[in-house]
Every structure is written in C-alpha cells, then in structure tokens.
C-alpha cells in the first residue's frame, strides 16, 4: 500500500522568532513574511510542524520494518573465511598441515515454516498502515491547533481594537470633564473619577497586547518555525482574517457517522488488531517443522601437507528443524499475542466511545456558540443607542457622568463579548469538523 502524501501549497511563509533556537532545526527556513493568512500557515505547519514531521519518521521506521521481516522471503547469500595456524600434534585435518585456509559462500532459502514468514510479513505491512493512518490523525490534530491558534490571534488582535477605542472615548470624557471643571460647571469630583476610569482602561488594553504576543509565540511553536536570525527578531507578520460569523447547519446522526467511518484513529486501532491477528499466526508457526534449501561453494587449502594444496567444489542440500518440545515457550508466545489482539480490539472498543462523546460535546459547543453569538448582534447594538442616549442626556444636563460612564463600559463588554462568541463559533466549527474525521479545507490528502 503506497503511503499517504501530501498535496500541500507552496510554503512561503514564517513568524517571527523572540525566544531561543531549537536544538533540532527544520528545513531551511524563509524570512519573515509581510502577511500570513490561515492558509498559508496551514500548509508550512504541514511540512515543518514537529508532531506531523515526527509521525513521518515513525511510518519510515515501520517501512524499514517491512523490508527487515520480507528479507525471509527471498534468498540469503552469507560468505565466510578463516585462516588458522597451529602445532600438527593438535590439527584437524587429514593429512596434518600446520596453517590452514577455509572460505565458504553460501545461499539458504526458506521453503516452509509454518506459515510464520507470510504472516509476519502482513503483519509488519498491517503495522505500517497504521502508521499511516497515524500520520493522519497527526495532521488532522495539529492543523487544528493552527486554524485554533489563528482564531486567537485573530481574537487578540480584534480585543486591542476594542480597548483602544474605550480609551479614546474614555479620554474624550476627561476632556469633556476637564473642560467642564474648568468652566466651573462641575466638580474635581467628577474630574477625578473620568481619570479613575481612563487609568483603569489602560489594564485590559495592555493585557490584550500581552495576550497577542503570547498567541503569536505559540503560533511559532505549532508551525515549527525556528528560523532565529536577527533581521527576524522584532519583524510580526500582519495577519490577514476575520473572525465572521457564517452559519453552519450539521445532523448529530450525520455527524456520529462520519466520525465512525473516517476517523484514523479508529481505522489505525482496526489495522493493529488485524495485524496483532497475523502475529497469532506467526507465533504458531514456531509448533510447525520448518525446511530450507542451501547451496553454496567452499574452498580450503592447507600448508604443510602436500595433501591438501587446494581443493574447491560446490554443495547443495536441504536443512530442517523442529521444536518437538520447547518448554511451552511457544504456547507462551501464542498467550501473548492472542492477549494483544485482545487489548487492541478493547482499545478500538474504548476509542469508539470517547468519539463518539467527542462529536456529542462539539456538537453541542457549536450550538452553544451559535446562540451566543446570535445574542451579542443584538446587545452591541443596542449598548451602542444606550451610549450615545447618554452622552445626549449628559449634554443636556439630564444624565450624570456615572451614567455615561456606565453607558461606556457596557458598550465595551458587549464588543468584546461578541469577538469572544463569533471566536468561539469558528472554533467551534473546527472542532466538529475534526470530531467527524474531516478533513481541513487546507488540505488535501491522496
């Protein structure tokens, strides 16, 4: 079976390095970008992000396992020599000769052993499957942290927004509070409480910032970009995307079926088992005879002895062993692997359940995600009318600058409440999508 690859985008991207290089450094990196999008991020976390590179190695690991165990298959040629000098009294030869040479080539083929070879063979092919299925599931769990990670930095950016503009308008109040005090029209009082509140403004603006650049940092992490050099060290990528709210209608049956038959995780568990079934057969192969074919040409010569100047000649024949009784280590080993078989239909059994909670709870998220974010459409606009009543009302003399105040953080907790929902429904899309084994629209597997 050819193994999975990849139809991935040309990668033309990086993020910039602020901590220190990784002792285990990728493939030659590109320069920071101008701008990243998803996509692009996507598909370089694709060729260079550690978790999917590492699940790579393991299915050349078991490919290499393959050729180890087919190598029974086919015939092994082995050569051998020696040269032995000795005292006549103690040589093995006849005639006696003091120095002897011996070299001897040699083929074996196996002919029958129980069926043990071909087993182990489809065995290690069955074990390389799931590696493969493996390296999907590899992919399908770190593009989702990406596409995850995204959505935050996307979030974080989108909260510095909103921060910013409660500060102006917070900064337009003590203007407005200022002037007032000055014209002698209202008191220190309200003065000082308009710099209270422009002072505590300030706190979530810097933590939104702080929040960014935190999510850029375990954005570098998940793409597996390690190029440090120094023209690298400050530069950020603007990062093209909006967190739109695009409504998605799944079926939780439709859902639990797809789940069922296009996870890897479940198809990899399938695979172990059936090759954990070809190891029962391999490991009773061992009660069976087995025979091998062996043919080869040996030369030997010795000195001292006019009798052995140098003779050659081929040899072939057939070679058998049987384990009449080997202390039950066969039937252990039959215990074994029955009991592996065994675990690994258990594990299928137990991957089967947590899938199908998986897809419940993400379904159940995105439905929590869509109301919240159908509700904060409603509350934004209406904590917008609520503020600009109050600055009318503060204007006429009608309304206090508590209210409008008051009117002002209402506006920013529904603004930041809606990122927060139309963030949490794009994730929350993503993560059913990966619940119901699908693929990232990214990307493309053959």
Do not use: C
């Not at 079976?1 to 991935?8: E, T």
């Not at 900064?171 to 209202?186: E, P």
């Amino acid at each position: 079976m050819k193994s999975a690859r990849l139809s991935l985008a040309t990668a033309s991207l990086a993020l910039f390095a602020l901590a220190a290089p990784l002792r285990a450094a990728p493939a030659p990196q590109q320069a920071v970008p101008d701008q990243l999008d998803l996509k692009t991020a996507i598909s370089y976390a694709l060729e260079n992000n550690f978790d999917i590179r590492q699940a790579r190695e393991r299915i050349r690991q078991q490919e290499g396992v393959v050729v180890e165990v087919r190598s029974r298959e086919i015939p092994n040629v082995g050569a051998s020599g020696s040269y032995q000098y000795n005292d006549k009294d103690i040589t093995t030869t006849a005639p006696a000769s003091d120095r002897v040479l011996d070299i001897s080539v040699t083929a074996t083929q196996v002919l029958y052993a129980g069926g043990g070879v071909r087993s182990s063979v489809k065995s290690a092919e069955l074990a390389r499957q799931a590696a493969e299925l493996e390296m999907k599931a590899a992919i399908n769990n770190a593009i989702l942290q990406v596409r995850t990670k995204f959505y935050d930095i996307l979030l974080a950016r989108e909260k510095i927004k909103v921060q910013e503009q409660n500060v102006e308008l917070l900064k337009s109040q003590l203007q407005n509070a200022t002037d007032r005090f000055n014209a002698g029209t209202t008191s220190s009082f309200e003065k000082l409480r308009a710099e209270v509140a422009l002072a505590n403004g300030q706190v979530p603006l810097i933590t939104a910032r702080n929040e960014f650049r935190i999510a850029i940092e375990d954005m570098r992490r998940l793409l597996g970009y390690t190029n440090t050099a120094t023209e690298n060290l400050r530069k950020v990528p603007e990062f093209v995307g909006t967190l739109d709210y695009n409504v998605v209608n799944y079926d939780l049956q439709s859902a639990l079926n797809s789940a069922h038959n296009t996870r890897p995780e479940i198809q990899r568990l399938e695979k172990l088992v059936q090759s954990g079934e070809q190891g029962v057969i391999a490991a009773k192969s061992n009660y069976q005879p087995n025979l091998q074919a062996f043919g080869g040409w040996q030369y030997r010569r010795g000195w001292g002895s006019p009798g052995l100047d140098g003779h050659d000649g081929f040899l072939v024949g057939l070679q058998s062993q049987w384990n009449i009784f080997d202390g039950n280590a066969t039937r252990g080993r039959v215990i074994q692997a029955r009991s592996q078989v065994e675990q690994s239909k258990l594990a299928s059994s137990e991957q089967m359940l947590a899938i199908d909670v998986e897809v419940r709870r993400a379904f159940s998220s995105l439905q929590e995600a869509a109301e919240l974010a159908d509700a904060s459409q409603k509350v934004v606009a209406q904590a917008d009318e609520a503020l600009r009543l109050a600055n009318a009302r503060y204007t006429a003399g009608t309304a206090t600058q508590l209210d409008v105040l008051t009117s002002q953080v209402d506006l920013t907790t529904a603004r930041t409440n809606q990122l927060q929902a139309y963030y949490g429904y794009n994730v929350a899309v993503a993560n059913l999508r990966q619940a119901m084994g699908l693929n990232d629209e990214f990307v493309s597997l053959q």
